[in-house]
Every structure is written in C-alpha cells, then in structure tokens.
C-alpha cells in the first residue's frame, strides 16, 4: 500500500483508547467484532458512516490512556487507511505500527483539514492532499521497512514471512 484515500472523520484532543474501543468490548479480541464497537462513545455513528479506505484526523495526543492493542485494531478492522494527528500517544504509535495501521503526525494538516473533506496521503513522501481544497502537507514519509510491515499487516505477520 503505497497511498490512502477517503473521506475524513474530525476528532479534536486526547481522544483516548477508551472511546476509540470502550472496555466493555474487551472481552472479545475478533477485529470484526471490535470494529462494530469503534469510536461509538465519541462518535455513535462512525460505524455506519465509516468506509473501507477512510482516514481519520485528530488533534494533540490520539490513542492516550490506556496501552490496549484493541484500539488500533478496531480502527484498522473499520475500514480505516489511515489515521492523521498533531500527535499521538507513544504507546498508541507503537501499537499501531506493530499491527499495520498507517499513522501519520502532522499538526498542520490536522488542523486545517475538516470533517467530510477527502484527502490522499502518499506514504512515499509524506504528501497529504486534502482534494476537497486542493491544500498540500507535508508529513512524515514512511521508511520502506515500515511500508512493508504495515503492506503485511504487521509486525507479526511481517516476521512470519521472513
């Protein structure tokens, strides 16, 4: 996966492990599963709105609280390509590296980029477009081992075709 693009989902500050997947959901580890239950008590209608290759963008300190795996997962098994921020928890980074989900921190782009906007990252440059405006960002590239490990879903399963 060299590129994502979809339709955006805003979300502001410290959006917590805890409403991107509620613990009341933790019993259960299936991706399909989770993702019936992402972003619910933040966002009640994500799950019926959400579509395969959306990207969601936050402000400061996504994926803060707690160091579940679930969350990303979730995130990932909703149909989400990509997840845009000013900043992310450290743990949450590490999580969502590990099981593939492509994350990208550029406080610019989070803040100029609204709800329902369409925009395309290419992982290879970093390059955040935001086509509804036709505004340009400038993030992070991803290194090719990590396109790797995210085109293989993740760290385990990248070590497993080695």
Request: charged letters at 20%; one cysteine or more; hydrophobic letters at 40%.
């Amino acid at each position: 996966m060299k590129a994502a693009q979809g339709t955006v989902f805003k979300y502001g500050d410290n959006v917590d492990t805890d409403v991107i997947i509620p613990a009341r959901y933790l019993n259960s580890s299936d991706p399909k599963e989770l993702a019936t239950h992402c972003m619910e008590d933040i966002d009640k209608d994500f799950v019926n709105k959400v579509n395969e290759g959306d990207i969601i963008v936050a402000n400061k300190n996504f994926g803060c609280g707690s160091s579940r795996e679930h969350a990303p997962i979730a995130i990932k098994a909703a149909g989400v390509s990509c997840v845009i921020a000013e900043t992310f928890a450290r743990i949450f980074y590490r999580n969502a590296i590990n099981i593939g989900l492509p994350i990208i921190e550029c406080p610019e782009a989070a803040v100029a980029i609204n709800a329902g906007d369409e925009v395309k990252v290419d992982f290879d440059s970093g390059i955040i477009t935001n086509v509804t405006t036709g505004e340009t960002f400038q993030g992070q590239a991803f290194p090719p081992f990590m396109q790797n490990l995210i085109a293989c879903g993740g760290l385990v399963n990248y070590i497993n075709n080695k």
